[in-house]
């Protein structure tokens, strides 16, 4: 799987991420909150997603954002979650399937 070589909020409430493929994708942060694999978000049983979308406010953001060794980023967010960490392999997948590709800057 692709690494991640940068990770940054970008206009209109989107996270940008580049990969060393030189792929640029950027995807909603509702998306990105929604999509926390953490045992807070998931069944850590069944897999199956516990948080409800309706439930994350429209105006979520993220407050910070910290690598987690060379493979993985946690994410600080508004709503005071902090505890998911998104694999690398698992943005990239994220990217592909609800990002929209990003011209590189």
């Not at 799987?1 to 996270?15: D, F, V, W």
Request: proline content about 8%.
């Amino acid at each position: 799987m692709p690494n991640l070589t940068a990770i940054h909020p970008s206009p209109q409430h989107r996270i940008r991420m580049t990969f060393d493929t030189g792929e640029n994708f950027e995807i909603q942060y509702l998306d990105l909150r929604f999509h926390c694999p953490c045992a807070s978000c998931v069944d850590e049983i069944t897999g199956k997603r516990t948080l409800r979308r309706e439930s994350i406010k429209p105006d979520i953001k993220p407050m910070k954002i910290e690598p987690v060794g060379r493979y993985a980023v946690q994410v600080n967010w508004s709503d005071g979650h902090s505890t998911g960490m998104y694999h690398f392999d698992t943005l990239y997948k994220l990217s592909k399937e609800f990002g929209v590709s990003a011209p590189e800057r």
